[in-house]
């Protein structure tokens, strides 16, 4: 079962997948949105993703996210994050910034450890609960945790969640 936040509503739209890595989550989110939808990869690291869906349009950027996005990326109606807000110290900021390039209703896919402890891997680690105050107070008035699972490192939990305006 799809979940909400990515029901097919046959409505074209632009992610961009934030930290993508080689594209593991780029490839998920090519296979859940309809076609004709684009997605930027972006990444500091040069990277080779692979096509999962050719009725989405990837574009892979190399670029620091964490500054900044490219310009010619905005209007976005979803931005997802997988394991990399954990990179960000000031990450109110960032997401203030990021929140002025989506439409108005756009909405943000975070996953995450949900632990306040820090490690090499993940620096500055954010909860679910701080997470959630995160966004409240960027003025989200609706941030879910949709899913939750055991990560296979050091018996840490990961959680999904989706923050909607």
Known sequence: MINPAFQDS?????????????????????????????????DKDNQTLPIVNP????????????????????????????NSLQYILDKE???????LKMKSKGRFVIIEYDTQRANSWVPYPINFIELKELFAKL????????????SVYQ???????????
């Open 93 to 99: 900021q960032l997401l203030r910034n990021l929140k």
């Open 139 to 150: 003025g989200y008035p609706k941030i879910e945790k949709i899913a939750r699972r055991k």
């Open 55 to 82: 009725e989405i349009k990837t574009e892979f950027i190399q670029h620091d996210f964490s500054k900044d996005l490219p310009v010619h990326i905005e209007n976005l109606d979803g931005i997802l994050m997988a």
């Open 10 to 42: 046959g409505k074209i739209e632009k992610w961009t997948d934030l930290g993508c890595g080689k594209g593991l989550y780029t490839n998920a989110l090519a296979e859940i949105l309809p076609g004709g939808s684009e997605i930027y990869s972006i």
């Open 155 to 165: 018996n840490n939990v990961m959680f999904t969640a989706v923050a909607e305006y």
